[in-house]
């Protein structure tokens, strides 16, 4: 049976069309998620959530269109969305603590301070393509593909390159963190 046939039969409410997409496709949403995603458990729950998705919206689905492209735009939107909630559950949060905890000493502001200018220490240490990539990502706010565009280079090479900054970065911020809870 042909993809079309399978994605009409979906369309119609057909359970056992919908476990043959998920027995194709779940191994690809998985991998695309984990380039996104640290956590094994986390791409995980973005595959189930994705097709959960995918049920809910079945009646809409265009057979002659891309369906994997499609898989993808919602892999990619779920994603999105989830760390968009995180951001915003650690900014609420963030935020009622400091009202609570608006009292800090001098000495927390120059360990503040001190971390921020060793990390801008850390990012000045990045290979120089690494380190402008990074500064356009998080300085610029530019996206993936902005970068990618701007730099002349893949998408997936900007995501590498962001990804091995920030290995970095939590490398040596952890080390700084022993040292000074040994010290």
Known sequence: MSETQILLQLKQGNKEAFA???SKYWSKVYHFSKLYLTSKEDAE???QEVFIKLWDIRA???????????LFIITRNIIFNQNRRKINETYYKASVIAAFDNFYTIEEQIDADNLKDYIDQLISELPP???EIFDLSRKGNKSYREIAELLNISEKTVENQ???ALK????NVVLLSIFLAVS
């Open 129 to 131: 393509r690494r380190r």
């Open 20 to 22: 043959s997409l998920y």
């Open 162 to 164: 962001i990804s091995e």
């Open 168 to 171: 970095y970065l939590k490398k």
């Open 60 to 70: 809409f689905i265009r057979e002659e269109e891309n369906f994997e492209g499609f």
């Open 45 to 47: 729950e973005i595959v």
